[in-house]
């Protein structure tokens, strides 16, 4: 037979209901356990960390670093073969490696820009190459003869700079599979060309995206590169990219890579010579020289060499002797356009 209240519970579970303080009954709250205020306290200051589920973080922490050490090495790399393209000093710095959604990425990118669509075969999908219009016209200015100017007013390339950019684009390739060679063996290609960013569909707009951005910087100018690879492109070597396995095939890798590139080096033959100075004589002049006589050059003796290596102008240096045979000490290594003295 049920209990029947009385009209003193009536009365205190109505009042109960009104304050919002519905308590448990005696039996459950022997069964639950009881936190002291300390406790509470504690709970409550325990970390909270925020979760998007709508960019869910499908790279590892550990694998985001390996992928930075990566393309850290892919800066130092490309700035070397764009100094030399470009004859110019140029210094490339990572900025950063984000994780983000893809059309966050589109939305960041101006209209029109230079955007390059390559393949990482054997890998699946396509990834993107994108450089930053200022920088483009940069190094066109360049390549034609100029200082390096970007334009005020962005625009599309035209037929001959768009097939200038692709020759700096398949060296920038050609540089990635170098430094991807420590997680495997890849062959880039280019696959389009496209100069606005929303006809680029490499990805659904919410597949997860590595982005990862470069600072060029240059004598008249800066700007910046961006790779960007879905998810899916990276899917098939996701495992390589933890520390540990990046630094057993980076160790591998590099001492193979050193021994190719010593066997090369010992066979070569490079011509090396100095020029210490320029004389004008006319035809009568030179009939009449003879043994001993003493000709003035155009420089001082204690003035610096240009020394040159297969008859590219490479380092500076100074005369003097190596017990009876003449020599040339290096001093150091030059950029063409630094050269103060006349060649």
Known sequence: MSDILSQEEVDALLSAVSAGD?????????????????????????????????????????????????????????????????????????????????????????????????????????????????????????????????????????????????????????????????????????????????????????????LVSLEVRMNNGSGLLSLCFPFMVLEGVIGKLSGESWMKAQRSSTRETEKIVRKEIETRSVSVSAEIGNLTLSVRDLLQLHKGDVLLLDRPADSRLGIKLNGQLKMEGKPGLIGRHKAVQVTGFINKEEMSYEQ
């Open 22 to 210: 519905m308590g448990a009954s005696s039996s459950e709250r022997q069964s639950t356990p009881s936190y002291s205020s300390e406790s509470t306290a504690v709970a409550d200051d325990r970390p909270v960390q925020i979760y998007d589920f709508r960019r869910p973080d499908r790279v590892s922490k550990d694998q985001m670093r390996t992928l930075q050490n990566l393309h850290e090495g892919y800066a130092r790399l490309f700035s070397t073969t764009m100094t030399s393209y470009l004859r110019t000093l140029v210094e490339i710095e990572l900025v950063s490696v984000d994780q983000l959604t893809y059309s966050e990425f589109i939305m960041s990118i101006s209209n029109p820009s230079c955007i390059y669509v390559f393949q990482m075969e054997p890998l699946e999908g396509n990834a993107i190459f994108e450089i930053n219009p200022s920088l483009v016209f940069y190094m066109v200015d360049r390549l034609f003869g100029g200082q390096g100017k970007a334009l005020e007013q962005n625009r599309e390339l035209t037929s001959i700079e768009e097939s200038v950019m692709m020759k700096i684009t398949e060296r920038a390739l050609s540089d990635l599979k170098d430094v991807w060679e420590h997680i495997g063996i890849f062959n880039p290609k280019i696959a389009n060309y496209e100069t606005n960013p929303q006809f680029v569909q490499v990805a659904p707009p919410s597949e997860t995206v590595i």
